[in-house]
Structures are given as structure tokens and as C-alpha cells.
């Protein structure tokens, strides 16, 4: 079994940056790809952003190229997402996710492990 527990989620003014971090426990960090994905009400969850366990790959949805950033830093069994130039549309709850087999990245089907979200709300 592998844990996660999101934070860094909050309330922020259109423009402003805010940066998820997910703790991971259970496992061995380095042996899991990790997702985020983010479900806003009424919505089914969607993917956000990936990294595969050696930094090697990493996939972002459209939606966000080019304002997010995922890294991971295996030796603090860390992932982070860092969201620069927020937009109301971004408002939802984030989830961290990961997968050991080495499936597609923006599959939320593939993952095996979810964390319980952090909420992102962002005001116009």
C-alpha cells in the first residue's frame, strides 16, 4: 500500500502561483509514477500533470502547459505541482496519484494509489 496526502491547496486571486506538494508513504517513492488530476464539481476528474519514476517522462494536459510545472524529489518521497498564472477554470480538488506499472501517464484509469485532494479555488 502506498499513502499520499496532498497539501498546499488554498484561495488565490487569478494570476497568483500556488504549489501543491504530495507526500508519499508506504512503498518505495522511486518505484511509481505520479499524477495529479483535479475534479471540479458537478465534473468527472481529469488529468493535470505526470512524471514517471526517473524524471524521464513527463506529460501535462493542454490545459495547463505552459503554467504548470510537476517535479518529484524521490529522496523526500515527494511530488510537487507548481501552478503559476491560476484561472477560475482551475478551481477544483487536486489529487495525487501513483501507479507502479509503467502504463500511459494521463490514464487516471492506470493509477493505483489516490490521495484524498486538496482544495484550489481560484477568485476572478
Known amino acids: 500500500q502506498v499513502q499520499l496526502v496532498e497539501s498546499g491547496g488554498g484561495l488565490v486571486q487569478a494570476g497568483g502561483s500556488l504549489r501543491l506538494s504530495c507526500a508519499a508513504s508506504?512503498?518505495?517513492?522511486?518505484?511509481?509514477?505520479m499524477g495529479w488530476f483535479r475534479q471540479a464539481p458537478g465534473k468527472e476528474r481529469e488529468f493535470v500533470a505526470a512524471?514517471?519514476?526517473?524524471?524521464?517522462?513527463?506529460d501535462y494536459a493542454n490545459s495547463v502547459k505552459g503554467r504548470f510545472t510537476i517535479s518529484r524529489e524521490n529522496a523526500k518521497n515527494t511530488v510537487y505541482l507548481q501552478m503559476n498564472g491560476l484561472k477560475p477554470e482551475d478551481t477544483a480538488n487536486y489529487y495525487c496519484?501513483?501507479?507502479?506499472?509503467?502504463?500511459?501517464?494521463?490514464?487516471?484509469?492506470?493509477?493505483?494509489?489516490w490521495g484524498q485532494g486538496t482544495q484550489v479555488t481560484v477568485s476572478s
Open positions: 496519484a501513483a501507479k507502479e506499472r509503467r502504463l500511459i501517464l494521463k490514464y487516471r484509469v492506470n493509477y493505483d494509489y
Open positions: 508506504g512503498r518505495t517513492f522511486s518505484n511509481y509514477d
Open positions: 512524471i514517471s519514476r526517473s524524471d524521464s517522462n513527463i
